[in-house]
């Protein structure tokens, strides 16, 4: 029998200290940079070597999102019910043989939409579980006072792999051509998977439901928790209008730099690459931000501040207007990423640890659930008037984003809970001496923390933080 014990705090310096959480960072690292590989080759494998429409990429966005609707909820209490690190390894296997095989049918000249359809279906079904469960496992291998550092220090290897990954991308198709650059990505999912073996803390097996408790009760009560929490139905209102112009956006810029703007494939990748560093940006700047300002008004204030910029993107134009269209981006996902590492940090800080699977599946249903029809709207969109007027579309929407969270501009921060007194952070944690958020049970977590804490700890984790927020 598995002996399980909870990881303790850090021996010393910041989060990266802890050897666990560590190996997860190394591994988001090199998995996210496979992942922002295939943002670029696959629409340009759709784009170039299959001829696609504009709305036929719009359709392969959608399908890669859709997986969140169709079992965005059960998926949740499937994963409380589960140790997180399997559900994790196995997500990440299925990621990494769905996306070789469409390398191997292009040697064997038999590459189809219809394959990229199906490889975007399933990989979506598998990021689906992954995403929840790494959101559940964070709070369970970090102190509560830990997770806006935990979180933003994912954050960071996430925006480093946005500037590296479409660069990267767009040379590799370049060099070998899309398909092949999709190796790229199913590597990466191997390697994370090999960092998650390495994970040396065991979680200790949820308790079983009580009798006649069925799974369609357990989802209704992760529903109801975030639907009457005043913060988290607001943050999921706000989360699923940015996701469904940031998907409509996502379906046309591929279409738009290359038949707009006339830009290769490897122009194609350094705009995207160079918009990312304002994501860098934000993950560095978020801790300290968010000691200055609040968790909670850092929320509404982000979008409020870097929404305008979108209207660059309409206003691009061909050879150095492509400058204006990575600015655009680059202060978008700024305000994104400080978003939702204050965001992400607050939900995991006021829900109870037994429905933070359910807690997290529900907003990633109901968040992620806009964005097949904003890819879908993108793609019709850009067929019908053309990708610059799908973007001025996008350009209003992210103004009218931070309406929803108007209402919390007088909300208090989570409660504190009292934590153990923590060495001060290494340079460059993005929470250096942040203050401990704490939920209704951060109290009781942190009592179980020192519980658990017996051995000095070094233990590796695996994979990245979750795409999208």
């Given at each position: 029998?598995?002996?399980?014990?909870?990881?303790?705090?850090?021996?010393?310096?910041?989060?990266?200290?802890?050897?666990?959480?560590?190996?997860?960072?190394?591994?988001?690292?090199?998995?996210?940079?496979?992942?922002?590989?295939?943002?670029?080759?696959?629409?340009?494998?759709?784009?170039?070597?299959?001829?696609?429409?504009?709305?036929?990429?719009?359709?392969?966005?959608?399908v890669?999102?859709?997986?969140?609707?169709?079992?965005?909820?059960?998926?949740?209490?499937?994963?409380?019910?589960?140790?997180?690190?399997?559900?994790?390894?196995?997500?990440d296997?299925?990621?990494?043989?769905?996306?070789?095989?469409?390398?191997?049918?292009?040697?064997?000249?038999?590459?189809?939409?219809?394959?990229?359809?199906?490889?975007?279906?399933?990989?979506?079904?598998?990021?689906v579980?992954?995403?929840?469960?790494?959101?559940?496992?964070?709070?369970?291998l970090?102190?509560?006072?830990?997770?806006?550092?935990?979180?933003?220090?994912?954050?960071?290897?996430?925006?480093?792999?946005?500037?590296?990954?479409p660069?990267?991308?767009?040379?590799?198709?370049?060099?070998?051509?899309?398909?092949?650059?999709l190796?790229?990505?199913?590597?990466?999912?191997?390697?994370?998977?090999?960092?998650?073996?390495?994970?040396?803390?065991?979680?200790?097996?949820?308790?079983?439901?009580?009798?006649?408790?069925?799974?369609?009760?357990q989802?209704?009560?992760?529903?109801?928790?975030?639907?009457?929490?005043?913060?988290?139905?607001?943050i999921?209102?706000?989360?699923?209008?940015?996701?469904?112009?940031?998907?409509?956006?996502?379906?046309?810029?591929?279409?738009?730099?290359?038949?707009v703007?006339?830009?290769?494939?490897g122009?194609?990748?350094?705009?995207?690459?160079?918009?990312?560093?304002?994501?860098?940006?934000?993950?560095?700047?978020?801790?300290?931000?968010a000691?200055?300002?609040?968790q909670?008004?850092?929320?509404?204030?982000?979008?409020?501040?870097?929404?305008?910029?979108?209207?660059?993107?309409?206003?691009?134009?061909?050879?150095?207007?492509?400058?204006?269209?990575?600015?655009?981006?680059?202060?978008?996902?700024?305000?994104?990423?400080?978003?939702?590492?204050?965001?992400?940090?607050?939900?995991?800080?006021?829900?109870?640890?037994?429905?933070l699977?359910r807690m997290?599946?529900?907003?990633?249903?109901?968040?992620?659930?806009?964005?097949?029809?904003?890819?879908?709207?993108?793609?019709?969109?850009?067929?019908a008037?053309?990708?610059?007027?799908?973007?001025?579309?996008?350009?209003a929407?992210?103004?009218?984003?931070?309406?929803?969270?108007?209402?919390?501009?007088?909300?208090?921060?989570?409660?504190?809970?009292?934590?153990?007194?923590?060495?001060?952070?290494?340079?460059?944690?993005?929470?250096?001496?942040?203050?401990?958020?704490?939920?209704?049970?951060?109290?009781?977590?942190?009592?179980?923390?020192?519980?658990?804490?017996?051995?000095?700890?070094?233990?590796?984790e695996?994979?990245?933080?979750?795409?999208?927020?």
């Open positions: 029998m598995t002996t399980s014990h909870r990881p303790g705090p850090p021996p010393g310096g910041g989060v990266l200290a802890q050897h666990d959480f560590r190996q997860l960072f190394h591994a988001a690292a090199v998995s996210h940079v496979g992942t922002h590989v295939t943002l670029v080759a696959l629409p340009l494998i759709a784009t170039l070597q299959l001829d696609a429409t504009a709305f036929e990429v719009g359709l392969l966005t959608a890669e999102t859709v997986a969140f609707l169709l079992i965005g909820l059960p998926a949740g209490a499937w994963v409380d019910r589960a140790r997180k690190l399997p559900v994790l390894l196995r997500a296997v299925v990621r990494a043989v769905a996306m070789g095989s469409v390398p191997l049918a292009a040697v064997c000249g038999v590459l189809t939409m219809a394959q990229l359809y199906a490889v975007a279906l399933v990989t979506g079904f598998a990021t579980f992954f995403d929840v469960a790494y959101q559940s496992y964070l709070p369970w970090l102190p509560r006072s830990r997770l806006v550092a935990g979180n933003g220090a994912l954050e960071s290897a996430r925006s480093a792999a946005q500037v590296a990954g660069g990267l991308g767009g040379g590799l198709v370049q060099a070998l051509g899309a398909p092949l650059a190796l790229v990505d199913a590597l990466s999912y191997l390697v994370s998977a090999f960092f998650l073996r390495r994970i040396r803390a065991r979680e200790e097996a949820p308790p079983e439901p009580e009798p006649g408790v069925s799974l369609g009760a989802v209704k009560e992760g529903l109801a928790f975030v639907l009457r929490h005043p913060v988290l139905r607001l999921a209102a706000t989360t699923g209008i940015a996701n469904f112009f940031a998907a409509l956006q996502t379906a046309v810029q591929t279409v738009f730099l290359v038949r703007l006339d830009l290769p494939a122009a194609v990748g350094l705009t995207l690459s160079a918009s990312a560093v304002g994501g860098l940006l934000g993950a560095a700047c978020a801790g300290r931000l000691r200055r300002c609040g909670v008004r850092l929320i509404w204030l982000a979008p409020v501040v870097t929404g305008p910029f979108a209207v660059l993107w309409p206003l691009s134009g061909k050879g150095y207007g492509a400058v204006w269209f990575a600015l655009a981006s680059g202060a978008v996902y700024f305000g994104a990423v400080v978003y939702n590492v204050a965001q992400v940090s607050y939900r995991q800080a006021v829900c109870p640890e037994a429905l699977g997290n599946a529900t907003l990633r249903f109901m968040v992620w659930g806009t964005m097949p029809l904003g890819a879908l709207v993108g793609g019709t969109l850009a067929s008037a053309g990708p610059r007027t799908a973007l001025w579309v996008c350009a929407g992210f103004l009218l984003v931070p309406l929803p969270l108007l209402p919390l501009r007088n909300v208090p921060d989570a409660p504190q809970a009292p934590d153990a007194p923590e060495t001060p952070d290494a340079p460059g944690d993005p929470d250096h001496g942040s203050p401990a958020p704490g939920g209704r049970e951060a109290g009781r977590r942190d009592d179980r923390d020192a519980e658990h804490d017996t051995t000095l700890r070094p233990g590796p695996g994979r990245g933080a979750a795409r999208g927020r």
